[in-house]
């Protein structure tokens, strides 16, 4: 329940700013966003990834597109295939690719 409260306050916050919604795919190489939510991904998969701190509220870097999505969240960097990164939903001022 307490992520829900979390993914609720972090896309209300980001709508409210004028952010719109779309997948980590979206993002341009360097832009940054906020985690909104991890649509679609199975507990497996939603688990790994709030372990390693890709959580609702927190702050991505997309550093890298090809041959990986590498993000920064925080200290950590991590390198995502295009699905993974795809059921990362995030909320960007005007860093999503058209």
């Given at each position: 329940?307490?992520?829900?409260?979390a993914?609720?306050?972090a896309?209300i916050?980001a709508?409210?700013?004028?952010m719109?919604?779309?997948?980590l795919?979206?993002l341009?190489t360097g832009?940054?966003?906020?985690?909104v939510?991890?649509?679609?991904a199975?507990?497996r998969?939603?688990?790994?990834?709030?372990?390693?701190?890709?959580l609702?509220?927190?702050?991505?870097?997309?550093?890298?597109?090809?041959?990986?999505?590498?993000?920064?969240?925080g200290?950590?960097?991590?390198?995502?295939?295009?699905?993974?990164?795809?059921?990362?939903v995030?909320a960007?001022?005007?860093?999503v690719?058209g």
């Amino acid at each position: 329940m307490h992520t829900r409260r979390a993914r609720q306050r972090a896309g209300i916050a980001a709508r409210a700013a004028g952010m719109s919604d779309a997948p980590l795919t979206r993002l341009r190489t360097g832009g940054r966003a906020r985690v909104v939510s991890l649509e679609g991904a199975t507990e497996r998969e939603r688990s790994k990834l709030m372990a390693l701190g890709v959580l609702p509220g927190e702050e991505v870097r997309l550093l890298q597109r090809f041959p990986s999505f590498v993000i920064r969240i925080g200290y950590t960097q991590l390198a995502l295939d295009r699905e993974t990164a795809a059921v990362i939903v995030v909320a960007s001022p005007g860093h999503v690719a058209g």
